[in-house]
């Protein structure tokens, strides 16, 4: 349940009787487990406070990248090209492996991004898009591809933060994006595991792009501030 993602880092294990129930095993093999996973570091037990997945699992990938990332800025552009090449095939495969509740939750992610447009924090949007490519990997069902995008994920809001946060607030960006997300989305569902893979990547350029777009306006200004 954590390997796929049914459990989230920071998310409370249901109680001890419904988890033994849903796992079809005794309570004290599930407490043996608990300890096991406790013991490598995965979960988390707070006194009279129940059990947790711990947060920043994926640190051992992610923070090394950050501190090059942070040296080097422009390498957080590569960060991009990978995910342009891992979220086509996760794409294709959510197409041909994806379930109906698969499909269901690739729905209600993707009416809540867009539910999120223009209310409140830029970032709230831009961890909504986040959470609707994830849940298309999730559709793969491939563990691996899974956990290398969360971290992924995690690494680019890290990264560029200010830029996603200015992304999601351009008019000229914001209906492009939804229109490809919603043509992404409609791929998955129908079952078109190229047209969903073309429908990623073509997504991918356009934000590669226009984040460049907005690093270059960014040099600029600055330019412009020093001249002044």
Same mark, same amino acid.
């Given at each position: 349940m954590i390997a796929d993602?049914?459990?989230? =880092?920071?998310?409370?294990?249901?109680?001890?009787r419904t988890?033994?129930?849903?796992?079809?095993? %005794?309570? =004290? %093999?599930?407490?043996?487990?608990? *300890?096991?996973?406790?013991?490598?570091?995965?979960?988390?037990?707070?006194?009279g406070g129940g059990t947790y997945v711990r947060e920043g699992i994926?640190?051992?990938?992610?923070?090394p990248l950050l501190a090059l990332l942070q040296e080097l800025p422009q390498s957080r552009f590569d960060v991009l090209e990978v995910r342009h090449a891992l979220e086509g095939t996760?794409?294709?495969?959510?197409a041909l492996r994806g379930t109906n509740s698969d499909k269901e939750t690739i729905q209600r992610k993707f009416d809540t991004m867009i539910g999120k447009h223009g209310i409140g924090d830029p970032m709230d949007e831009a961890r909504a898009d986040a959470e609707f490519h994830l849940s298309i990997v999730e559709a793969s #069902?491939?563990?691996?591809?899974?956990?290398?995008?969360?971290a992924l994920f995690t690494l680019l809001m890290n990264s560029i933060?200010?830029?996603l946060e200015k992304l999601y607030t351009l008019p000229r960006v914001? *209906?492009?994006?939804?229109?490809? #997300?919603?043509?992404?989305?409609?791929?998955?569902?129908?079952?078109? =595991?190229?047209? &969903?893979?073309?429908?990623? *990547? &073509? @997504?991918?350029?356009?934000?590669?792009? %226009?984040?460049? @777009?907005?690093?270059?306006?960014?040099?600029?200004?600055?330019? #412009?501030?020093?001249?002044?």
């Open positions: 993602g049914e459990l989230k =880092p920071g998310e409370r294990l249901p109680a001890e988890l033994a129930s849903r796992l079809e095993v %005794s309570r =004290p %093999s599930l407490r043996e487990a608990i *300890q096991k996973l406790n013991s490598k570091g995965l979960l988390k037990t707070r006194r994926d640190s051992a990938f992610v923070d996760a794409a294709y495969y959510a #069902h491939n563990l691996v591809l899974l956990h290398v995008m969360r933060s200010h830029n914001f *209906q492009p994006l939804s229109n490809q #997300h919603r043509r992404l989305m409609e791929a998955v569902l129908e079952g078109d =595991p190229e047209r &969903a893979r073309q429908a990623a *990547q &073509a @997504h991918l350029v356009f934000v590669e792009e %226009s984040l460049q @777009h907005l690093d270059r306006a960014a040099v600029t200004n600055r330019g #412009h501030l020093r001249e002044l």
